[in-house]
């Protein structure tokens, strides 16, 4: 079965910072690896995707991750942090041909002013 | 495009009466729709697949008969909560998909916070 870790249940930078939030997974064939973005009381929006082609992804509000098979990784990061990125992240994974979802446990992102 | 709903967006009611919510997908005919639970602080959990016209498929754990989904068209599903009890008190998210051109985006509601007293 599919699995997702990400390291760090809480993440914390600076305004104006970098942003990294870790990602990997188990699986023996490259997955579909997705990135989402939750605020409180909603549901969540997609950030990013990798399904196949270019490894570096770039996604919405200036995120962007990097699919490292050799790690079995798919890292979030962003340049420079603004407060209202402040929010839960959720890494996600799903074999090829197969719909269902594998999230991770979450990161939530705090951002220091 | 590519917008769900769900509806209420909150609800509460008393333990042992049943609740409905509504998902439906505003602007695309979702082949599958998921349903998922979340507790504070914590990730999402599938509790259930239903494609439209068919029996859902629930998660190992979930039960079958308290948590009734019914996909009765492409752009409708509904859960159910039966006999409901404080520990159900949950965040219901529902999902859909629409998987013909392969793209296996799901596309998520906003959201159903439940509270059973």
């Known amino acids: 079965a599919q699995s997702v870790t990400q390291l760090g249940s809480h993440v914390s930078v600076s305004e104006g910072a970098l942003v990294l939030l870790r990602c990997n997974y188990s699986s023996s064939v490259p997955p579909y690896l997705f990135w989402y973005v939750q605020y409180p009381n909603q549901g969540l929006q997609l950030l990013l995707k990798?399904?196949?082609?270019?490894?570096l992804v770039k996604g919405i509000n200036g995120f962007e991750a990097e699919f490292k098979k050799s790690e079995t990784s798919f890292h979030l990061t962003k340049p420079s942090a603004h407060m209202s990125d402040a929010a839960e992240y959720f890494c996600?994974?799903?074999?090829?041909?197969?719909?269902?979802?594998?999230f991770g446990t979450g990161t939530r992102l705090t951002i220091i002013p | 495009g590519a917008v769900v709903s769900q509806h209420p967006s909150w609800v509460i009611c008393k333990s042992g009466t049943s609740v409905k919510i509504e998902c439906r997908s505003l602007?695309?005919?979702?082949?599958?729709m998921f349903w998922y639970r979340q507790f504070p602080k914590q990730s999402l959990m599938l509790m259930a697949t239903s494609n439209e016209g068919s029996k859902a498929t629930y998660e190992q754990g979930v039960e079958k008969d308290k948590f009734l989904i019914n996909h009765a068209s492409l752009t409708l599903s509904t859960l159910t909560v039966t006999s409901a009890h404080p520990e159900d008190s949950s965040f219901y998210i529902c999902?859909?998909?629409?998987?013909?051109?392969?793209?296996?985006?799901?596309?998520f509601g906003p959201g159903t916070r439940l509270t059973v007293t």
């Open positions: 996600a994974v799903s074999d090829f041909g197969n719909e269902k979802l594998t």
């Open positions: 602007d695309f005919q979702a082949t599958t």
């Open positions: 990798y399904t196949t082609g270019a490894t």
């Open positions: 999902s859909a998909s629409y998987s013909a051109i392969g793209d296996y985006e799901q596309y």
